[in-house]
């Protein structure tokens, strides 16, 4: 999908999250106009400017971070609280520049050309605002590096459950109880289903879920432990897995697994192994019952919410149920459809 007319240049800028630069990345490359990405490092202080918030580099490393200076883009996207202030600063250095921000902002929406947020938010629709049901994903553009992966799975039998783990997020912390509950329920599904599991961590998963994913889960199974130096296969597990099992803590790996129209299970172990323990006495978790029971709506955030209305839709069904006929493809281009037109419009 690209828009057609004059073509505008367009920054991307990047900080630590994979999530949102691949949500930045989907939106440009479904404009189809020029990109540049600026990569961004940031000082431990750039919390506490939010207190405050003004346009400023103040929070940058900028001998680390790629120079931010002419001649500007006339699109500029942005995502994450830590890249609000620097794209303020740009904005303030070249007002004809379109800013765009993808998810939920720590600022006002106001004081952007359009935000494109997701379901998850408790933002509500306006003139600059459209809600999305997914976060962004680029389809089409998945990079499907699976040759150097196939040799390491052809071996295990058919049909093959990627399983995509998030790990420690707001409400949702990994205990020993619930790691084992969880490696029981795979268990459980591949004795239901057959197959094998394809099995990676990510930068977030803790290492009590590592850990006991590589020692007690049974064969067959081949499992990733994330930043091990022989390569991430995150990307041939979306290209080749015959249907996916995604940990509820993860928005972003659950629209990437929907976005291949094949079968998706979650699996939320606050709702598996409900209950409140030790855990909930976290600061993760209290911060998000604090935002949800005492913040703005605005800036609440609550997937559970989403995973219900995609249950509801048929689009995604729990690990220990019965097969769900995967709608996510059909989602994912109605909600970037409506991303490109709203930028379309600011031109």
């Known amino acids: 999908m690209s828009i057609g007319g004059a073509t505008q240049r367009v920054w991307i800028l990047r900080g630590a999250k994979v999530g949102d630069f691949a949500q930045m990345r989907a939106l440009s490359r479904a404009l189809g106009w020029p990109t540049e990405v600026r990569q961004l490092y940031f000082r431990s202080f750039e919390l506490l400017l939010h207190a405050w918030p003004r346009a400023t580099l103040a929070g940058v490393d900028r001998r680390r971070s790629d120079v931010l200076a002419p001649p500007w883009p006339d699109l500029l996207l942005t995502a994450g609280r830590r890249n609000e202030l620097p794209a303020q600063w740009i904005k303030a250095h070249a007002p004809d520049i379109r800013l765009v921000h993808v998810g939920r902002p720590w600022s006002h929406p106001r004081r952007f050309d359009l935000v494109v947020s997701n379901r998850q938010y408790g933002l509500e629709a306006g003139p600059n605002v459209i809600v999305n049901t997914l976060p962004l994903v680029d389809a089409n553009g998945q990079s499907i590096e699976s040759d150097p992966w196939l040799p390491r799975f052809a071996q295990l039998p058919r049909p093959w459950t990627a399983v995509l783990i998030g790990g420690n997020s707001g409400p949702w912390v990994w205990t020993h109880r619930r790691v084992m509950a969880f490696i029981d329920a795979l268990h459980d599904f591949r004795a239901r289903h057959g197959g094998s599991l394809l099995v990676t961590t990510s930068a977030r998963t803790p290492s009590v879920l590592s850990r006991a994913l590589e020692a007690r889960l049974l064969p067959p199974a081949y499992v990733h432990r994330y930043g091990r130096d022989d390569g991430n296969p995150y990307a041939a597990m979306l290209a080749l897995g015959d249907r996916f099992v995604v940990t509820a803590d993860s928005l972003s790996m659950l629209s990437e697994a929907l976005a291949t ?74 909600d970037m459809a409506r991303a490109v037109a709203a930028v379309q419009a600011l031109f």
């Open 261 to 334: 129209a094949r079968e998706v299970l979650l699996y939320d172990h606050l709702r598996e192994v409900p209950g409140l323990d030790a855990s909930q006495l976290r600061w993760r978790p209290l911060v998000h019952r604090a935002a949800l029971a005492f913040g703005p709506r605005r800036m609440q955030r609550d997937p559970q919410r989403l995973h219900e209305a995609l249950r509801i839709d048929g689009a995604i069904g729990d690990l220990q149920s019965d097969r769900v006929t995967a709608r996510g493809d059909a989602i994912h281009d109605r």
